[in-house]
């Protein structure tokens, strides 16, 4: 049936398979998307020497989900493909159903891809409904670029061979290579109450029949919006790389200032991205600029994303997580002879001069900062206050509220990973404490 590219999906799909690596999966719903993919992989040698399985997730939402299992399992044998199903839970609070269910399947797609590839049936009309959709809730241009034809996905990578052609195509195909095959009708795809069915059957069939070539123009402002966007990635990645201080999780301030609006915005989405596996949105990003980075200098800004919060102390960004911002309020004593005792979500070692761990020689008292603490760093100089220390070490107002305070007898000696006197190396010489923060160490 491969006469020629227009009246077949076979050429899109054989030079998509000559440029990927096995295994190769069909992600197989039933429908008649997923099944004209399946059956033209099906007739693929390239594919089925590639080892060829379908992968059938099972959202488990609809009540004759069991019914449709069934249906794919009979499709794939009939074929001769093995299929595996996949039953996943769909979590819907605080997401939606849409978006949960997709989250679910996603995740699924990454447990089975086992280094190889996973292709989806996705085609030009479901561009233009993204685009559309994404555009109605106020997406960037990150957004309206919508679906990638490929992209890298858990250890292997996702590949949609048909994204630029007509689903009339793919249909027609269909029916005419296997016209005896039956597919399912999912009933949530014609559910006006969820958002991308009344663009489906609601919306787009309106601008369609003004604009004929609607489809085609939005997938194509969809192409267009990510390469534009790729260019932006390319730039905000070496931005970012710029602006990163040694430890990560900070950028400098005066280095994002000199970058363009689009770069310093896509800066800040990988270095979230990065940090904690999102990235925020357009009005997120707005309110860190405004709320974070723009705030007077004199305050300690803060902006919660998440489960992570955006800092700043001085002319540095922090992003960090929240448990990590927050005072560590504890008092207890270190009794002689023990090597470690725990202070809140933290343990302290004792440690000699080789990182070696030892016993305190006797015993000392550790508490968190109440304020007007003063410590003699030097013998023979002055008593300080231990905010200025502070200061002067630039340590950030939330680090100082988890710093564990040393104190032999009334004397304090040391605060935890930030300085020590010497008075601490007078009473035991070589002793060092260090504090495990989430499989760091910080050292006095």
Known sequence: MDRNASSSPLPLLRACIESTRGPLTVAFSGGADSTALLVACAHSESARS??????????????????WAEHCTAVAAALGIA??????????????????????????????????????????????????????????????????????????ELRRPWLTLPRATILSWLRETAPMLRWLDDPANIDPKFDRSFVRHGLLPQIVARFPAARERLARFAHLAREQQDEIDRAAAQALASCRHLDRAC??????AVLSPAIRRGALRQFALERYGSMPGFHELERIEREVIGAREDADPQLIVGNYVFRRYRRTLYLLPIIQTEPIVVETVWPAGAERVPY???????????????????????????????????????RRELRDLFQELSV???????????????????????IASDALANIWPGLRIAAERSQQCSMV
């Open 251 to 256: 950028l400098d301030l005066d280095g994002l």
């Open 396 to 418: 950030p107002p939330w680090q100082r509220a988890r710093t564990p305070l040393l104190y032999a007898g009334s004397t304090l000696v040391a605060a935890i990973g930030v």
């Open 50 to 67: 590639m080892g060829l399985r379908a992968l059938h997730v099972h959202h488990g939402l609809h009540q004759d989900a069991d019914a």
């Open 83 to 156: 299929l595996i199903v996949e039953r996943v839970q769909v979590d819907p609070r605080g997401q939606g159903i849409e978006a949960a269910a997709r989250a679910a399947r996603f995740a699924a797609f990454e447990c089975h891809i086992d280094g190889g590839t996973l292709l989806l049936a996705q085609h030009q009309d479901d561009q233009a409904e993204t685009v559309l959709l994404r555009l109605l809730r106020g997406a960037a241009i990150d957004g309206v670029a919508a679906m990638r034809a490929r992209r890298s996905l858990g250890s292997g």
């Open 344 to 382: 809140g979500p933290l343990t302290l070692r004792a440690m000699d001069r080789v990182g070696g761990q030892v016993a305190v020689p006797s015993t000392l008292r550790l508490c968190s900062r109440q304020g007007g603490e003063r410590m003699q760093v030097r013998a023979g100089g002055p």
